[in-house]
Structure formats: C-alpha cells, structure tokens
C-alpha cells in the first residue's frame, strides 16, 4: 500500500468544477436515455471530454466511451467507471431540469456517475505531468439489466491502456440512506447477485370436485413455494444468506377447474460467489423433486443475473483512506452490511482487485431515512455531491498509481 499522502488540494479544484459538472449533469437528466445504446448520452460525454489528452474509443456493440489518460511517465494502469443509462421510469419529480422523455428517467442517478468521473478525468488531466501510469475511464451504458459492463469487458476495456489495469474503481450514488457527501463502503460483497427462476408446474387438469381424477399443478405449486423459503433456511449458512422471493404465481381461470399448469417465477438473491455458484442447482433440485413427489413435473428455466460485486479487501481499504483524507474522517461511514441490489461492476471486479462504493446524495431538505430510494420515479439527487465524486475517484487512481 502507498503510505504517501493524498492530494487534498483535488477537493478545491473539483469544487471549482462544480457549475460545469452541475450542468453536464442537468443536460443528461433532461434527455435520458435506455439500454444499451445512448446516443445522445455519448455524444455529450465527448463534447464534455473535448480537448482534453484522452485516446477514445467508441464501442461497437454499445456506445460506450472508453478514455485513456497517459502520464508522463510509465506505470500500471488503473480505471475508473462511471455508468450512463437511466431507467424505463417517467419522471415525477418538480427538478427545474427533469427529464423531459416521457418514460425515461435518469432514476438511478447515472447522471452524476458521468458528470462525476468527467470532473475525475479533468482532475486527471491537469496531472498529467506528475503522473506515472495511465488511467482508463469507463462510461458504460447499459448498467440496468444490459450487461453494459460485460460488453465493455469483451471489447477489452480492462486492457484499453495495452496493459491490464491493477485497480478498478466506481461510485454509485444514493438517493436516501446516506447524508450527502458522504462515501460508504465495505470489503469483501457490496452487493448481492440477482437471478430468476420461472417455474412451470405441469400436471392434469380436470373437475374441482374430483381432483384424484387430475393431477393438480395448484397445490404443487404452493408446496414449491414453501419448499424454496426452506431450503433457504435449511442449505444455506445463516450468516451468507439466500433470498427467494417468489413474486409472480398463476394458476386457472375459475375455481371449479383444475388448470394443467401453474407457474412461479421468483427473483434469487446471493452474496457470496460460493452460493451463488452453487443455488441454481439446489432450487432446481427442490422445484422437480417436489413436484415428482407428488407425480407431476415442473419444468425450470433458470437465468443468471449479475454476479456478485466484491470488492478486494486492499482496495476497500484504500477507497475509505482516500476517502477520509480527501473528505475529513466524517466522509465515511462503514458500511455494516452489503446492498441487495446487483450491479454489473461485479464483471469488472471478477477480473481486477478494485472497490465499488457509495456516495450519499439525499438533497438536504430531504430525510435519508425516508427520501425515495434510487429507480424511484420521485428520486432526487444532490447536485453538491458531484465535486465530492470527482475527487474521489480521481484521488483513489492517484494513489494506485503512487504504488507502482
Ligand atoms: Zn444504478
């Protein structure tokens, strides 16, 4: 670990930035944009790069920008993330500068993401001199379900400086839970993996009145939900925990017919790689074998959602350091437990040590405990906090680079 200093004098110079980060931001939420292609987005982010000493590149399967900063001098390289996309949400929140695309909404706060790692690469930028290594900055679409970060990845953004990167870093920003300005973060799981599991249940359809002639999906289908809750409690350790949620169940059409399928589809969570490997054979098992005890079959369809975000034990450590140095030691606060959320830098961080954190952004005049929580149409975020997010990540790729 570097034992040298951090720079504190980024604080300053990134709050100088704060009117220019402040509007890149408003011009992003008011044209939202989805998925994995984001045009406008990506267009903006260059306009907002320009004239800086940056090699791009554009993506070919999404429109990501990957950026390379070079210092002056050789060394290892790191990255910095910062995803783009909003959400399928229309916006219903008075913010003078709301989005104004009916159903898109920048509800996870992306938008601070962008404009924050844009003030991280000015940061940067004016360095360079002292510099010995590179940095590549990831603007990634596609972080809602898309996979953006694994596309990133196979178009060899962790090789985008013609060396592995050593680090990887990214913010995420809240809109509740946490007091603006402040980083929060843990080693080891940040957050969980999330898969689905859809359960069709085939049996025999036939009269209410005489269910020994049928083969009843319905009541199967009730026993495969309880199953699921008990091999939760029952195969899991209790300190690495599985949540199953069956949130979908339909059967029939009326209550004298039984119906010949009924089906579940249920989200599962995971925080450790070890359960996350080993559940979907162990919720498959359950679903068939109870539907075979009773002589009926179901049928699973299992996908794999975003694996789960660990973040290295060393980085986590040097993500909070350079946090309380840059911020003063009431910028960070432990974060106790992981998020059960998913999130696709957990691609990034299975292939490089790195650090994923949090970074309040509950507007003042807001309560944390009960502000709208991020993917809220009513979702809020503290402009204040975007200086705070370019020091930050321009301080922890300093201090990587100062290690050799
Ligand atoms: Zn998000």
């Not at 603006?180 to 080891?188: M, N, S, W, Y």
Request: hydrophobic residues 45%; proline residues 6%; glycine residues 10%.
């Amino acid at each position: 670990m570097s034992g040298a200093a951090v720079d504190t004098r980024l604080v300053a110079e990134a709050q100088a930035m704060g009117a220019e980060l402040t509007r890149l931001r408003h011009d992003l939420h008011r044209r939202p944009e989805v998925g994995l292609h984001l045009p406008l987005t990506q267009q903006r982010v260059l306009e907002a790069l320009d004239g800086l000493p940056l090699e791009i590149t554009l993506g070919r399967a999404l429109t990501s920008v990957t950026a390379v900063l070079r210092g002056a001098r050789p060394g290892p390289a790191v990255l910095l993330r910062g995803d783009m996309d909003g959400l399928p949400v229309t916006e219903q929140t008075d913010e003078p500068f709301r989005s104004e695309i009916d159903g898109a909404m920048q509800a996870c706060g992306h938008d601070l993401h962008v404009a924050g790692l844009v003030g991280a690469a000015k940061l940067l930028a004016a360095r360079r001199e002292e510099i010995a290594g590179s940095v590549v900055l990831m603007f990634q679409p596609g972080e809602e379900g898309m996979h953006g970060a694994r596309h990133m990845i196979e178009e060899g953004v962790l090789d985008a400086a013609g060396q592995r990167v050593v680090g990887a870093y990214g913010l995420h920003v809240s809109a509740a839970t946490t007091p603006a300005g402040v980083v929060t973060g843990r080693p080891g799981t940040a957050m969980a993996a999330s898969d689905q599991m859809y359960v069709t249940v085939r049996g025999r359809g036939g009269h209410g009145s005489a269910p020994h002639r049928a083969a009843d999906p319905v009541t199967v289908a009730a026993e495969i939900v309880l199953a699921l809750q008990t091999a939760v409690t029952r195969q899991f350790d209790a300190h690495d925990p599985v949540v199953v949620t069956v949130g979908r169940l339909a059967a029939g059409t009326v209550d004298n017919v039984i119906p010949e399928t009924a089906e579940l589809d249920a989200t599962v969570r995971t925080f450790s790689r070890d359960h996350h490997a080993v559940v979907p054979e162990r919720l498959t098992r359950v679903a068939e074998h109870v539907a075979a005890a009773h002589g009926l079959t179901a049928e699973v369809r299992y996908e794999r959602g975003y694996p789960v975000t660990v973040n290295d034990a060393d980085e986590a450590a040097r993500l909070e350091r350079v946090s309380r140095e840059l911020l003063g030691d009431d910028g960070f606060v432990p974060a106790v437990n992981p998020i059960a959320g998913a999130e696709d830098f957990s691609y990034v961080l299975e292939q490089v040590p790195g650090a994923f954190f949090f970074l309040g952004a509950t507007p003042p005049e807001l309560d944390p405990a009960t502000a709208p929580y991020n993917h809220s149409a009513f979702a809020r975020f503290d402009d204040a906090v975007l200086p705070t997010a370019a020091a930050v990540l321009a301080g922890v790729a300093l201090d990587r680079l100062a290690q050799g």
